[in-house]
């Protein structure tokens, strides 16, 4: 299916009198500024910056359209010899075939895990990893590693960066799904902050 959608695809564009070459040579020049803040091919160096590679096409499609429509607040970042970049503001310099490009890239790149490189607290990984099975694993199946689940990839994530998010969603500032709300409501902080130490372990 996916193949015949790239062929559809290529069609098009030859049809407006642009080649595939013309084509990937732009999403490689946005996927560059995407890079700039989310590391090489999608993985960060940045505990603040979430890796984005290895999404599904879905969950980097609708995760990109909310931060254009402002429907979810992005987070400002800005290293120390660079300019400040707004999420919300790039995004909105996207059209939807720049969004659809970049999710079709993204996609394609392998997630890289930095378990290895932040520190996590054993006791607190035991009680996450069963807090997430009982309140988590139906919708992030494997601790959150699989892009099927089209949700983010969670296992091996930043941990300084969901833990933004969890205060994010704790404070209603970002919206959760119907599900999640009702799950995020039976816990603490004290809660996920060992979730947090869980995903970060794996």
């Known amino acids: 299916m996916k193949k015949t959608v790239i062929a559809l695809a290529g069609a098009g564009l030859l049809a407006l009198g642009l080649s595939s070459t013309t084509f990937a ?54 290293e120390e010899d660079g300019e400040e970049k707004d999420m919300n503001e790039e995004a909105k310099e996207l059209t939807e075939d720049d969004i659809n490009a970049l999710a079709e890239h993204y996609a394609k790149q392998t997630f890289k895990s930095h378990a290895g490189e932040q520190k996590t607290d054993p006791a607190l990984v035991a009680k996450g990893e069963k807090l997430f099975k009982k309140d988590c694993k139906k919708c992030h199946d494997d601790y959150g590693s699989d892009p099927e689940d089209d949700a983010g990839i969670l296992a091996g994530q930043w941990m300084t960066y969901m833990e933004h998010q969890f205060k994010m969603f704790h404070s209603g500032e970002r919206e959760m799904p119907k599900k999640m709300k009702k799950k995020f409501k039976k816990i603490d902080e004290a809660d996920y902050q060992a979730i947090i130490h869980a995903l970060g372990s794996k």
């Open 25 to 78: 040579a732009d999403v490689a020049k946005l996927a560059h500024e995407c890079d700039e803040c989310h590391g090489k091919n999608g993985n960060s160096e940045h505990p603040e910056v979430p890796n984005i590679a290895g999404y599904s096409v879905t969950y980097m499609h609708d995760t990109l359209m909310a931060f254009k429509n402002g429907e979810r607040p992005g987070v400002k970042f800005k």
